[in-house]
């Protein structure tokens, strides 16, 4: 358990706790039991998604593709409910069956066809978006299936169900990445991939794997978001594989890759999101949102990347501090 | 020509890095005209008084003159001010520019209106490289040139420069034979128009030929000051290595008669021509040649990194084909590669992940990494091998290099390799580090572990192999009883590679 909950969570934590401090004491609806459950409502599908953003950049990849990926998978399951008369129960598994394929897709084409991740997503976001308007002429499809909705807004002891998905998503990818031999050779790959060849490690395999993982919890994410509205869109998921990088990057794993806690990502996407309801609660309107969640991911970064230098000040000032004591 | 004031002088410079006094009160006057041989094992120090003589660092203590007067050189750019130039070992070249642009790079001649000179840029780098006598073209991609080329080009930049002090950092390392006396006779026209040049060399024979004084460094102290030690091979051997040179090489002979390993005519298309050879139980074969010889390549040959294109391995007896590196290692190989830090280590981990990244198959327990065992074995290991206790808890770029390869070894250790191929283990490690990695040789050839050895310090090989297996050009030449060698045996074993196809040095 030391390995899970190690001190690299101290920092994205304490970010976590001061914002939900700050949001807490400037509004005061914040702690209401029902904003409480829609703030979990609300970071589930950025959340889940960027378990997969967050093991591929563990890896040194990136993929920029979820956000579109979203709206296609929304438009597929669309399609198969409301035109194919598939059933819900066979659509839901299909769905994270193409999502995982669609990330081997990626995963194969960058790894085995040696194009960096940042183009092959890239190509994918913009390619991914266009297919998704090739269902039903580019129309959102609406009014899927009554038993859809539940699936977000269902509660369970009184506790909405995307929080349970988060718990056994999370705790799965802690696992993963803590306790099998996948998730080290995910680490391993990411932090010197020459040094992986050489002890054996399958580095393109491994590369591979990670996009198959970003597939499948893109597919989760997306079954969430038709049913939080009950339908399928082209235009949704917007932005949404940058806030899900956004919350690994808050969480503090390196792009560089190699280092990082996937706990971390669960608060990083927390904070952004406590931030952006503590603007709304305040009724900032969305252009100053998306200023102040941009400063938050260079604040983010930069605490991390001047993590020596500020420690060094800090010193300097409280030993400085403490000298003028002593003359005085 | 030389005259009575040192153009630099150091006075009692000390510089210490954590862990390590690396300079101690080193004193060195480099004369105008004059080219000071500057010698030592790795880990003497002599890096540390080049980066302060150009500017890289800042000494702890001590001066440093120039022409009798005391200047601080507080970055690159000042020595570069002060007419010091630096040939470093580490190519600083770009390899995406042209010859040009490098030999002028951060000091383009520009015209008033501050565009650059692209004119005078491609007329005088053609003059400079005119004047070495180097058939390349100003506008050549720098990337695109031989190793040789490259460093000749690296040389260029100081020439270019008209520096009046050049330090040149092992600039023979990647030239052949032709190339090597070309650049001597260069630094010779330099020293009759006064220049100083201080000359850094493993190649002792080459310094014999070329340079007018010596200067020796052992464990950061000087201990031949120039004009005190004849220039010749054998004295300044035996003032590099100090008196206590047999301790340096606890060498055990563990051999048997059992062949575990044997190659034949091995060949790849990466630079292994025809390589035959057989390894026995407890062995220590070491592997000799110069840089580029294809050592390296006969052990990414071995390890299944680059196919066979003909040849056929042997493990006791029973061919064997590795398709990749995961089929060596799970048939008992290891490879210890030339650079830890490119290949060897992952500095994200602590000890624990880089010891067990070759075995983690071994440590999985239906699809769970048994971390307890993980653990212990660390533990073990780091006792056993005398590494550094913080390796437990702290990732691996916290430790010394020596115990960094230690760890790189111990990865082999806990896969429980029989045959393990040790590239360059004592490289840019101190001495006792050095001596523990032969300690460890021993270890694991009593434990009936053959270990394949290269090595570029030839006294090493001597001294820690059994045999010794000439490579050239790509292909072992013949194989000897270590005892049957001395050490310019193998030099000149490995110089004739030079002589005979000279050519093929820029391949």
């Known amino acids: ?328 | 020509m030389t005259s009575e004031t040192p153009l630099w002088e150091f006075v009692d410079i000390s510089k210490a890095y954590p862990g390590v006094l690396a300079n101690d009160k080193v004193c060195i006057k480099l004369m105008p005209g004059s080219i000071h041989g500057l010698l030592g094992e790795n880990g003497c120090g002599k890096s540390t008084m080049i980066k302060t003589l150009s500017g890289v660092q800042q000494p702890d203590s001590g001066k440093i003159l120039h022409s009798g007067t005391a200047v601080t050189i507080s970055d690159p750019q000042a020595a570069r001010d002060n007419g010091i130039a630096t040939v470093f070992q580490e190519f600083s070249i770009v390899p995406t520019l042209s010859v040009g642009e490098n030999i002028f790079l951060g000091n383009m001649p520009r015209s008033r209106l501050g565009v650059i000179n692209w004119k005078k840029v491609h007329d005088d780098a053609a003059r400079v490289l005119a004047e070495m006598d180097v058939d390349v073209s100003p506008n050549a991609i720098t990337g695109t040139l031989s190793v040789g080329e490259q460093q000749l080009v690296e040389i260029a930049k100081a020439i270019a420069m008209d520096a009046r002090m050049i330090i040149l950092d092992e600039p023979t390392a990647a030239l052949g034979e032709e190339e090597i006396e070309r650049l001597h006779q260069l630094l010779r026209n330099m020293r009759s128009r006064g220049t100083a040049i201080l000359y850094v060399s493993h190649r002792l024979d080459e310094v014999e030929r070329i340079v007018d004084e010596v200067t020796i460094l052992r464990n950061g102290r000087v201990v031949r000051a120039s004009g005190e030690t004849e220039i010749n091979v054998s004295d300044i051997v035996s003032a590099m290595v100090g008196e206590d040179i047999g301790e340096h090489y606890p060498k055990e002979h563990n051999a048997s008669d059992d062949v575990v390993l044997e190659a034949q005519g091995l060949v790849t298309e990466f630079g292994v021509t025809d390589a035959s050879f057989t390894l026995h139980k407890g062995e220590v074969l070491g592997l000799g040649g110069v840089l580029g010889s294809g050592r390296t390549e006969i052990a990414r040959a071995l390890f299944g990194t680059d196919e066979l294109s003909a040849g056929q391995i042997l493990l006791s007896g029973k061919p064997v084909r590795f398709r990749r590196e995961i089929d060596a290692i799970r048939a008992g190989l290891a490879l210890v590669p030339e650079n830890r830090k490119y290949d060897g280590l992952f500095f994200n981990f602590r000890a624990s992940g880089n010891i067990t990244a070759a075995s983690l198959g071994g440590l999985n327990r239906f699809g769970v990494l048994n971390l307890k065992a993980e653990a212990q074995a660390t533990h073990d290991l780091i006792r056993d091998l005398e590494i550094s206790t913080q390796a437990e808890e702290k990732t691996v770029n916290f430790l010394s290099g020596g115990n960094q390869q230690k760890i790189v070894i111990a990865r082999w250790l806990f896969s429980q390799s029989d045959i393990l191929i040790l590239d360059e283990p004592t490289q840019g490690i101190d001495i006792g580090a050095k001596i523990a990695v032969y300690k460890l040789i021993n270890k694991l050839t009593r434990a009936g572990k053959s270990i394949i050895l290269i090595s570029s310090d030839h006294d090493e090989l001597l001294a820690m192999s059994d045999r010794i297996a000439v490579v050239q050009h790509g292909a072992i030449k013949r194989t000897v009883k270590a005892s049957d060698l001395n050490h310019d045996d193998l030099v000149r074993a490995s110089a004739d590679a030079l002589h005979t196809k000279p050519e093929e040095a820029f391949a």
Not at chain 1, 239 to 257: D, F, K, P, W
Not at chain 1, 313 to 318: A, D, G, N, S, T
């Open chain 1, 1 to 328: 358990m030391k390995r899970v909950f190690d001190t690299q969570l101290i920092g994205p934590f304490a970010a976590m706790v001061i914002v939900a401090l700050i949001v807490a004491l400037t509004t005061d609806r914040f702690l209401n039991p029902g904003n409480l459950s829609n703030l979990s409502l609300q970071v589930s599908i950025v959340a889940l998604i960027a378990i997969g953003s967050t093991i591929v950049i563990f890896a040194a990849g990136i993929d920029l593709s979820s956000g579109s990926m979203v709206a296609l998978l929304t438009m597929i399951l669309a399609q198969m409910l409301k035109f194919m008369g598939i059933p819900l129960v066979l659509a839901l598994p299909l769905i994270l069956l193409v999502g995982g394929l669609l990330g081997l897709l990626i995963g194969l084409i960058t790894a085995y066809g040696r194009i960096p991740s940042f183009i092959t997503t890239l190509a994918a976001l913009i390619a991914f978006r266009g297919l998704a308007l090739t269902f039903n002429n580019g129309s959102p499809i609406f009014s899927l299936d009554p038993a859809l909705e539940p699936i977000f807004y269902g509660k369970l002891l009184g506790v909405p169900l995307p929080f349970f998905y988060l718990v056994f998503f999370y705790a799965l990818a802690a696992f993963t990445m803590n306790f099998t031999k996948l998730g080290r050779e995910i680490y391993a790959v990411g932090g010197n991939p020459a040094a992986a060849v050489l002890t054996g490690i399958n580095v393109r395999k491994v590369q591979t794997m990670t996009f198959v993982i970003a597939g499948f919890m893109t597919a989760v994410g997306a079954i969430l978001m038709s049913a939080r509205l009950n339908s399928g869109s082209p235009n949704y998921g917007q932005t949404l594989e940058l806030q899900a990088i956004a919350a690994a990057v808050v969480g503090g794993a390196s792009l560089a890759g190699g280092r990082g806690n996937i706990l971390a990502t669960l608060m990083g996407a927390m904070t952004i999101v406590i931030v952006q309801n503590g603007l709304n609660l305040n009724a900032a309107p969305s252009s100053v949102q998306n200023i102040v969640l941009g400063l938050i991911i260079l604040l983010a970064v930069g605490i991390d990347m001047w993590r020596a230098e500020i420690s060094g000040l800090m010193w300097r000032v409280f030993g400085r501090k403490s000298s003028a004591k002593k003359v005085k």
